[in-house]
C-alpha cells in the first residue's frame, strides 16, 4: 500500500460524515482506522464509480475523499458528475502523481482540494479539518436578504432590528441559502429538487412548489414585500446587498 505515510496524530473534536472512494482497499481500510482513532467515527467506503452514486443517498457525506484513478471511471469526471448532480460538499482529490494537469483537471471539475500519494495523515487530517471549518464557516454565516437577516445554522429568519422571527425548517433553510448564492441569477425547479432532495426517487418538482409556498407563507408572517420571486422556469431572490 502506497497511500499513506504515518505522520503527526492530530487531537481533533470535529466529527463529520465521510466517504473514501479508493480501489485501494487496503489504503481504504486504514484511513478509516486513523479516521476514527481522530474522532470521525462516520466514514463510508466505496472502490468504484457504481458503488459512490449507491451510497451517496444514505451515507450523505460531509466531505468526500475521491481517488483520481478508479476501475470504472475518472475521478475527474465523477467530480464533475457529483457537481452537476447538485452535491455542494467538500470534495478533495487523492492523486498518485503530481501532475499539474491532473490536480488543475480536478479543480475545474469542482473539487476543493487535491493530497499527493503518499500522504501523510497530518497533511491529511489538516486538509480535511480545514475544508469541514470553511464549510461550516458558510453554514454559520449571517445573510442579509431583502432586509431580513438569515442564519442558516440555525435555520432563523428575522427582521434587522429583530422585532420578528421565524424558524424555518431543513428544507426552508436550504432552499433560502441556495436561492441566496444564486442570486441575481434566478435558479430552476429542477435544480432546488436536484440541491435540496439530492439523489432521493420519486420526487417531482410539487414538491419544490409546495416548499415554496410554505416558505413564502412563513417570510410573511414578519416581511410584508415579496422576497421570493418567481420566474419563467423556477425562483430567485428579490433583493440581496
Known sequence: MQGLLNDVVWDSSISARLLIVDDDAFLR?????QLASEGFNEVVEASTLLEVFDKLPDANPDLILLDICLPDGNGVEICRKLRERGFTKPIVMLTEQNSE????AGLEAGA?????KPMRMGELLARVRSQLW???????????ISGL???PANKLLKLADDSKKVILTEKEATILK????????GVT?????TEVWGFQTGLSTHT?????????????????????????????LASVP
Open 178 to 185: 441556495y436561492l441566496y448564492r444564486a442570486h441575481p441569477a
Open 29 to 33: 481500510t486504514t484511513l478509516r482506522q
Open 101 to 104: 494537469d491532473d490536480i488543475v
Open 149 to 151: 437577516s438569515f442564519v
Open 134 to 144: 470553511q464549510q461550516k464557516a458558510s453554514d454559520t454565516a449571517r445573510f442579509s
Open 208 to 236: 419544490v412548489e409546495t416548499h415554496i409556498y410554505r416558505l413564502r407563507q412563513k417570510i410573511r408572517r414578519i416581511c410584508k414585500k415579496p422576497v421570493i420571486l418567481t420566474t419563467q422556469t423556477g425562483y430567485s
Open 189 to 193: 425547479k429542477e435544480e432546488l429538487l
Open 112 to 116: 476543493n482540494d487535491y493530497i499527493i
